[in-house]
């Protein structure tokens, strides 16, 4: 079979190249591993199980398939059956780094900061410019309390990705969480002029503004936040999904409570 990057944007991309200009016909393996990464691509997680565990049943040591199963796995709730199948990727091919940063997402959901810091860890350690093990290097930083550790490593995955937008408003909400509310304010202005449909930065800048005694802006902000996501009303999403800190978190809460 040929060469597969384990990285499922970049499978998907090479996927869309070959549909575009085959050059060659696909066999039955390769169809079905298409099939499966299909069903993952299209958030058919249910189908894409079934799909990669038919795969594997045929082909149980292809160490992208495990690995991508195990991104599954996690998303339909089994992060410890993820980690299982990211384990076995690793073994077969540890020389691959996309399997520790998905394990390390699976350790996450389960609690396991410091597991998940040793997997990132390594990923840095063997490519210093990879900025999602940094992003999330940061989002375990933050919930070990360690704030300041959290903006810089934010600030260097902006750094390697100028348009990873995420990583510049989590640097700015660690600005807020450590009281560096000027350089917070400038970031996320900033995010907001070029995002304008940036839901994260609009919500973040509402609590700002709110505690600031600026509710006119706040509030204008605000209505733009919670149009384009209303997730951002709900205190549980934002800190244990979107990983907010605690102070931007307290004061969007409060500024909600007086609505």
Do not use: C
């Amino acid at each position: 079979m040929k060469n597969r990057n384990f990285s499922l944007i970049i499978i998907i991309l090479l996927l869309i190249v070959l549909h575009i200009s085959p050059t060659y016909a696909l066999d039955s393996r390769e169809l079905l591993f298409r099939e499966a990464l299909n069903f993952s691509s299209e958030g058919q997680f249910d189908n894409a199980l079934d799909k990669w565990n038919d795969y594997l049943d045929s082909y149980p040591d292809d160490p992208a398939a495990l690995s991508n199963r195990g991104n599954v796995k996690l998303v339909v709730g089994d992060p410890k059956g993820s980690i299982i199948d990211q384990n076995r990727a690793i073994e077969l091919n540890p020389s691959e780094l996309d399997p520790y940063i998905n394990r390390g997402i699976a350790n996450e959901s389960l609690g396991l900061w410091l597991q998940a810091k040793e997997d990132y860890l390594y990923v840095i350690s063997k490519d210093k410019e990879n900025f999602s093990a940094l992003y999330n290097l940061a989002n375990v930083e933050g919930s070990l309390n360690d704030w300041e550790k959290a903006r810089s490593l934010f600030y260097e995955a902006a750094q390697y990705n100028p348009g990873f937008a995420m990583a510049r408003s989590s640097e700015a909400l660690a600005n807020y969480q450590l009281g560096n509310f000027e350089a917070s304010e400038k970031e996320l202005r900033k995010l907001i002029r070029r995002y304008p449909t940036f839901a994260d930065a609009r919500a973040a800048l509402t609590a700002l503004q709110w505690s600031k005694g600026k509710s006119g802006e706040a509030e204008s902000n605000w209505i733009a936040a919670v149009e384009l996501d209303p997730r951002y009303a709900q205190e549980e999403w934002l800190l244990e999904v979107r990983r907010w800190p605690p102070a931007p978190v307290d004061d969007l809460m409060k500024f909600i409570s007086i609505k």
